[in-house]
Every structure is written in C-alpha cells, then in structure tokens.
C-alpha cells in the first residue's frame, strides 16, 4: 500500500465550476489507497447555512440531529438532490453518530464525520470532499480546517458552457438494483436543462474563479491551489505528480488511467478518464455567436484566467436573443435551484458581488 508522508494527513477540498473536471480529478487523487474523497455533500452551502451560525456551536440534538444525520445517510444511499433514502444506504446511522460525536456532536462535526466513513470504507487515512460550489465556502471550509488544502479547478469557460449545455448521464449507476434511481435522475438532467444559459454559466464561471483567487490571495498557494484542467488533460502524469507533491503524499505508481466519471461526452467507463480532444472540443460543438456570448460575459477574466478569446465572427442578429433572453434565464435557474440553496437570498447576494467585482 502506498503511505502517505507526515507533511500532510487532510482534509483535501476539490471544487469548480459545474463541468470543470473535479470529477476525474477525485478519481485521479484516489488512484491513491490512502486518500478517498466523499461525494458532493453541498453541505457548507446547504444545510450549514439552513442551520444558522448559533446552531453551529452546539451538539445537535432532538429533531436537528435526525436533520443532521438524515442528510448525510442519504447521500450514503444516493448523490446529492437525487432523494436518496437515509435508511437505504450503506452507512449506518450509529456509525455516524459515534464518531460525530467522538468529535463533538456539532453539524460540522457530522460533515467531517460523514467523509471519515467514506474514507473508512477503504481503509484510507486521507479524508476529503467534493462540492464544485463550495468554491464559494472556501473561507469558511478552510477557516474551519487549518489543516486543509483546497483544489479549484479551472477550466476554459467555452468548454464548460458546452459541456454544461450537453450534459445528460452517461451510466455508472445500478438502476436494476435502484430502479427508482432512474426518475430522478431525469429530473435531475431537466434542472440542467432548465439552468442552462450561456450568459448565466459564463457569469457563474467568473464569480467561481475570482472566489477561488480571492481564497488563495488570503490563505496562500500553500493551502489553495488553482489547477488548469487543460493541463491535465495535456500532461497528466506531470500534473499529477505536482498535485501530490504539493499535496505532500507520496506518488502513487500510476495516476493517469483513472475512471471516467460524469462526463458529459463519454461513457462511464473503468478507464480514459483524461480525455486530450475535451480541451477544445468547445470550439466545434459551439457556434460563433455562443463562443461570443460567453467571451463577451466572460469580460476580462478571460484573458486573467490565462485563455485567449477566439475572436468569433458573430453578428449582432445571431448574439442579440441570447441577451434578451438572459434575465428571464437568471430567474428560471434561481426558481428550478431554489431548493439547492440553504440561503437563497444569500445564495444570490455572494455570486451577484463576484460577479461584479464588489
């Protein structure tokens, strides 16, 4: 088994933006047997902030600990917003309880003690998580757990725009044993749909990456590391090794042939998880007027995010009802997420200032 050095024990925090690779980057990190990183639990921007600051301080009891637990179990059984059952799933409520408990009994304590289990399934020392939005916690996650390391992964806004608009599931799931599983997941790709606007991703997408800057402005690239997904689909052996180096873990023997997990183009499959044609696949399933639509909001965080635009010949006729439509698009995405959001006013208010630069 490969043994991670002393220099670092975790947490490790993956985030993005939606569709920018954190999926295949958490497979490439568990190519390590001593790091597993739980699934999306979207806790620091749900239930962390449904709960309120007073709540936070105090063990969970009564009605709130069933809250607390329920939430959790239920990602044990299915991912987050697929109405997983938290007594249909594989962890087990005393288990969570005990070591919430050992460790405090606070809510944040269930979150740490739910990515222990998850961690605990493989034997792995090394727990972490991954939520792509908790790029806007990054302060609070990283406040809450000196020991952290955070891993934003930034990809070109073109290609997320696209990936996000052709998004559908590509497999992994066993529906014959969780038919159910299958209605939900339905529901979940015409949320996508529903969210989908090129001016609204490419916005979201700013606000991500200036969030993530301002993170490592504030707690260093010693704990915040900004990682092109480009790069690792062009060296992903070179990319990787740097990534546990700073990680400071041991290299496992192989790192590039991962899983291919939630991909909006391939299949789920064991292997092929770096794909070098997703880097800019962009610019043949986008049309001009999309690519200028989404430089144009995009701004000039384009250029700072290290991506140069593709001067797109677009007319105003073709880019016109893309911008006429945006707000009506704003507001449909906030109604169809509204349940994703444990604040939703707050919710709004922290993307609105990145966004605009405040």
Same mark, same amino acid.
């Given at each position: 088994?490969?043994?991670?050095?002393?220099?670092?024990?975790?947490?490790?925090?993956?985030?993005?933006?939606?569709?920018?690779?954190?999926?295949?980057?958490?497979?490439?990190?568990?190519?390590?047997?001593?790091?597993?990183?739980?699934? +999306?639990?979207?806790?620091?921007?749900?239930?962390?902030?449904?709960?309120?600051?007073?709540?936070?301080?105090?063990?969970? +009891?009564?009605?709130?600990?069933?809250?607390?637990?329920?939430?959790?179990?239920?990602?044990?059984?299915?991912?987050?917003?697929?109405?997983?059952?938290?007594?249909?799933?594989?962890?087990?409520?005393?288990?969570?309880?005990?070591?919430?408990?050992?460790?405090?009994?606070?809510?944040?304590?269930?979150?740490?003690?739910?990515?222990?289990?998850?961690?605990?399934?493989? +034997?792995?020392?090394?727990?972490?998580?991954?939520?792509?939005?908790?790029?806007?916690?990054?302060?609070?996650?990283?406040?809450?757990?000196? +020991?952290?390391?955070?891993?934003? *992964?930034?990809?070109?806004?073109?290609?997320?725009?696209?990936?996000?608009?052709?998004?559908?599931?590509?497999?992994?799931?066993?529906?014959?044993?969780?038919?159910?599983?299958?209605?939900?997941?339905?529901?979940?790709?015409?949320?996508?749909?529903?969210?989908?606007?090129?001016?609204?991703?490419?916005?979201?997408?700013?606000?991500?990456?200036?969030?993530?800057?301002?993170?490592?402005?504030?707690?260093?690239?010693?704990?915040?590391?900004?990682?092109?997904?480009?790069?690792?689909?062009?060296?992903?052996?070179?990319?990787?090794?740097?990534?546990?180096?700073?990680?400071?873990?041991?290299?496992?023997?192989?790192?590039?042939?991962?899983?291919?997990?939630?991909?909006?183009?391939?299949?789920?499959?064991?292997?092929?998880?770096?794909?070098?044609?997703?880097?800019?696949?962009? *610019?043949?399933?986008?049309?001009?007027?999309?690519?200028?639509?989404?430089?144009?909001?995009?701004?000039?965080?384009?250029?700072?995010?290290?991506?140069?635009?593709?001067?797109?010949?677009?007319?105003?006729?073709?880019?016109?009802?893309?911008?006429?439509?945006?707000?009506?698009?704003?507001?449909?995405?906030?109604?169809?997420?509204?349940?994703?959001?444990?604040?939703?006013?707050?919710?709004?208010?922290?993307?609105?200032?990145?966004?605009?630069?405040?």
């Amino acid at each position: 088994m490969n043994s991670p050095t002393t220099h670092f024990s975790g947490p490790i925090f993956l985030c993005g933006t939606s569709r920018s690779g954190t999926s295949v980057l958490q497979a490439a990190l568990e190519c390590h047997t001593a790091v597993r990183i739980a699934g +999306e639990t979207h806790y620091f921007d749900d239930l962390r902030v449904a709960l309120g600051t007073p709540a936070l301080s105090e063990p969970v +009891e009564g009605a709130t600990q069933k809250r607390v637990e329920d939430y959790f179990l239920a990602l044990s059984h299915r991912p987050f917003g697929h109405g997983g059952d938290p007594e249909k799933g594989w962890m087990q409520r005393d288990a969570l309880r005990k070591r919430a408990l050992a460790l405090g009994g606070r809510p944040d304590d269930y979150f740490e003690a739910f990515c222990r289990e998850w961690a605990a399934r493989s +034997e792995a020392p090394i727990w972490g998580e991954k939520t792509p939005r908790h790029v806007f916690r990054l302060t609070e996650m990283l406040t809450r757990y000196p +020991e952290s390391k955070a891993i934003f *992964m930034l990809r070109d806004p073109r290609a997320v725009v696209a990936s996000y608009r052709d998004w559908k599931n590509q497999g992994g799931f066993d529906l014959e044993k969780d038919p159910g599983h299958a209605q939900t997941m339905a529901e979940d790709e015409a949320r996508a749909r529903r969210s989908y606007h090129p001016i609204t991703i490419s916005l979201l997408w700013v606000a991500a990456a200036r969030a993530a800057q301002q993170a490592q402005d504030r707690f260093g690239f010693e704990r915040v590391r900004l990682q092109r997904y480009e790069a690792m689909c062009d060296q992903p052996e070179a990319e990787l090794g740097a990534i546990f180096d700073w990680l400071g873990i041991e290299r496992p023997a192989s790192m590039a042939n991962v899983p291919v997990r939630n991909s909006s183009y391939e299949k789920f499959a064991a292997t092929g998880g770096f794909v070098r044609s997703a880097m800019d696949r962009w *610019m043949k399933t986008l049309s001009p007027a999309e690519i200028s639509v989404v430089e144009r909001s995009c701004g000039k965080s384009l250029a700072l995010a290290g991506y140069q635009s593709a001067s797109p010949a677009a007319s105003i006729l073709a880019t016109t009802p893309y911008y006429c439509s945006a707000l009506p698009a704003v507001i449909r995405a906030t109604y169809v997420n509204a349940k994703r959001s444990g604040n939703l006013p707050q919710y709004i208010a922290r993307r609105s200032r990145l966004i605009l630069g405040l």
